[in-house]
């Protein structure tokens, strides 16, 4: 089985830093993704990592610890439309299976 | 069109109804999904369907039927449904369901509610 354990709730201010961590337990590990979003909207896709590493796409970044079952978002210079939840997803050995976590909703404040 | 597209974007429905959810994709993808969200919990995986054929039923009950006609179109045919079905239907699609990074690309959902 998996499990997936992100904080429930984050407040951060416009153009500062934020980091949401992920922590996961699983029987097998094809990947791990980060979506984004916003209430009454569909979520979409911000980063994948596959390997221990970071991974940065302009202001967005995530970071992988296969061996501490640990992964975070990071988002540089926050702005208000930044406010949304981030879903961490984990992909395991079942073919397409993707199991979500509970997601982090991200209030930006000016 | 582009993308992943839902209809109806809202679905009110009694527990004797038939109904169904449409979901239409116009990225060339081969893999296509149905979850479920509802108010404060994770999204749950329901259906998987790789190239019209279902790969993964993740224990949903048989009120919920999945049809794939091709690989374009998913729908989701309701069947005497109960109030604590009420949530919001995503369907998505990828690429594939093995190898790679195989993104999943959603749709905006059907919001339904079971009366």
């Known amino acids: 089985g998996q499990n997936i354990d992100q904080p429930t709730e984050m407040t951060a201010t416009e153009g500062a830093i934020v980091q949401i961590n992920c922590t996961y337990q699983t029987s097998g590990f094809n990947g791990l993704f980060w979506y984004q979003q916003h209430a009454g909207e569909a979520p979409t896709f911000l980063s994948y990592n596959v390997l221990d590493g970071l991974e940065e796409k302009g202001r967005f970044s995530s970071f992988l610890s296969r061996s501490k079952g640990y992964s975070y978002l990071l988002l540089k210079e926050l702005q208000m439309k930044d406010s949304a939840s981030y879903l961490c997803a984990l992909r395991g050995g079942s073919a397409g299976k993707s199991t979500f976590g509970d997601g982090t909703t991200l209030t930006v404040k000016p | 069109e582009t993308g992943v597209t839902q209809t109806p974007r809202h679905l009110v429905m009694g527990m004797t109804n038939k109904k169904s959810l449409k979901c239409e994709q116009h990225?060339?993808?081969?893999?296509m999904y149905w979850y479920k969200q509802s108010a404060k919990k994770p999204l749950e995986l329901m259906f998987v369907?790789?190239?019209?054929?279902?790969?993964e039923n993740n224990s949903v009950p048989s009120r919920f039927s999945p049809e794939c006609p091709n690989s374009s179109h998913l729908f989701l045919h309701l069947h005497t449904l109960q109030p604590e079905d009420s949530a919001l239907y995503l369907c998505?699609?990828?690429?594939?369901?093995?190898?790679?990074?195989?993104?999943?690309?959603f749709g905006a959902g059907t919001r339904l509610s079971v009366l």
């Open positions: 369907y790789s190239l019209e054929e279902r790969v």
């Open positions: 990225l060339g993808h081969n893999a």
């Open positions: 998505a699609s990828s690429q594939d369901t093995a190898g790679g990074k195989n993104i999943q690309y």
